[in-house]
């Protein structure tokens, strides 16, 4: 032993590599995911899947979007939950928020008047009619 120093040099720096990975083998880099979803908001009906597939599948979606001069719009986690969904099928509820908020994207983008405006709005003037009524029929009834 070289000097009073007990330790051991095992020539390990830390590192944060695994150690057990073979150092000639690359990690497999995840497939990309792509859907289509057919807007059908004028028509009053939830938008519905009308594509999706992982890797070449996904890449042609995207080709062909980018073609035709569809906006596209990368959520990874909404995309795998849509590719489960069944071609033609409705989006289901859980992803209502997040498609409402692409399609009004899309749609300011395309200088269109955003239909979810419409419809809040609509909610809204109905919600404050229905307090409007409850205040008149509270002012109405005689003090007991």
């Not at 095992?10 to 590192?15: E, H, I, K, Q, V």
């Not at 289509?36 to 890797?55: H, M």
């Not at 009004?104 to 979810?116: L, M, S, T």
Request: proline share 6%; hydrophobic share 35%; net charge negative.
């Amino acid at each position: 032993m070289a000097g009073d120093d007990d330790t051991f040099d095992d020539g390990y720096t830390g590192s944060d590599e695994d150690p057990l990975i073979p150092l000639n083998i690359k990690k497999k880099e995840a497939q990309q995911t792509a859907v289509a979803l057919q807007d059908r908001t004028k028509e009053r009906r939830v938008p519905k899947v009308v594509a999706a597939g992982r890797g070449k599948i996904a890449e042609q979606i995207l080709q062909l979007a980018y073609e035709n001069d569809i906006k596209v719009r990368e959520d990874s986690a909404l995309a795998e939950m849509l590719a489960t969904v069944e071609l033609d099928s409705p989006i289901p509820s859980e992803a209502f928020a997040a498609v409402a908020e692409i399609l009004a994207y899309i749609y300011k983008a395309n200088g269109e008047p955003n239909p979810f405006d419409a419809v809040l709005r609509d909610a809204m003037d109905r919600m404050k009619d229905d307090s409007q009524s409850e205040d008149d029929e509270t002012e109405s009834k005689p003090d007991e």
